[in-house]
T-cell receptor, first 114, second 111 residues
Framework: GAVVSQHPSWVICKSGTSVKIECRSL??????MFWYRQFPKQSLMLMAT?????????EQGVEKDKFLINHASLTLSTLTVTSAHPEDSSFYIC??????????FGPGTRLTVT | GQSLEQPSEVTAVEGAIVQINCTYQ??????LSWYQQHDGGAPTFLSY????GLEETGRFSSFLSRSDSYGYLLLQELQMKDSASYFC????????????FGKGTRLSVIA
């Protein structure tokens, strides 16, 4: 199957700093990628849809100025958490659909804000 | 809106069979997927049903009834490593649209 990578796999940062998370489709091109957030013992919640060459689409309640998404190429999308606070600590997961619309998930990035 | 209902927890004995049900209410429907997630890991794809009926993949099978907005995941010959969370997810719209996830079912396999 297709492979999606994420970097870093985990990160600890101080409150007020920014963190960038990369999502890459390694063996296929993805014009669209999705960013999810998962809190402990909860389900995956869609944050935004990342579109190559255009602005991301954010879900209701997700601050677009806080969670900056850039789909720089057909294989790379980045999520930057700006001015991170402890409540932003979570597991961030990206996914990318292939041509047959099957979605492949990255391994996730665990963010801890101290 | 979109909603998917599945049991929050299930416990079963090693070697047994367990069925995890999922009912959905979505504005559109293109297919029902099942994902497995171990603690600390990302979801991994298990199966996908776009049409009514049963899909079998090894020890795992998945069933869909679109008229009932219902599906289930069947796990046979349970092993301890099957202890994980299982999510049903609906692709509500066509094209490159995101999945809508259920809240997940925590499966505990006991000896």
């Amino acid at each position: 199957g297709a492979v999606v990578s994420q970097h870093p796999s985990w990160v600890i940062c101080k409150s007020g700093t920014s963190v960038k998370i990369e999502c890459r489709s390694l063996d296929f091109q993805a014009t669209t990628m999705f960013w999810y957030r998962q809190f402990p013992k909860q389900s995956l919640m869609l944050m935004a849809t990342s579109n190559e060459g255009s602005k991301a689409t954010y879900e209701q309640g997700v601050e677009k100025d806080k969670f900056l998404i850039n789909h720089a190429s057909l294989t790379l999308s980045t999520l930057t958490v700006t001015s991170a606070h402890p409540e932003d600590s979570s597991f961030y997961i990206c996914s990318a659909p292939t041509q047959d619309y099957e979605q492949y998930f990255g391994p996730g990035t665990r963010l801890t804000v101290t | 809106g979109q909603s998917l209902e599945q049991p929050s927890e299930v416990t079963a004995v090693e070697g047994a069979i367990v069925q995890i049900n999922c009912t959905y209410q979505t504005s559109g429907f293109y297919g029902l997927s099942w994902y497995q997630q171990h603690d600390g890991g990302a979801p991994t794809f298990l199966s996908y049903n776009a049409l009514d009926g049963l899909e079998e993949t090894g020890r795992f099978s998945s069933f869909l009834s679109r008229s009932d907005s219902y599906g289930y995941l069947l796990l046979q010959e349970l092993q301890m490593k099957d202890s994980a969370s299982y999510f049903c997810a609906v692709r509500a719209f066509g094209g490159n649209t995101p999945l809508v996830f259920g809240k997940g079912t925590r499966l505990s396999v006991i000896a």
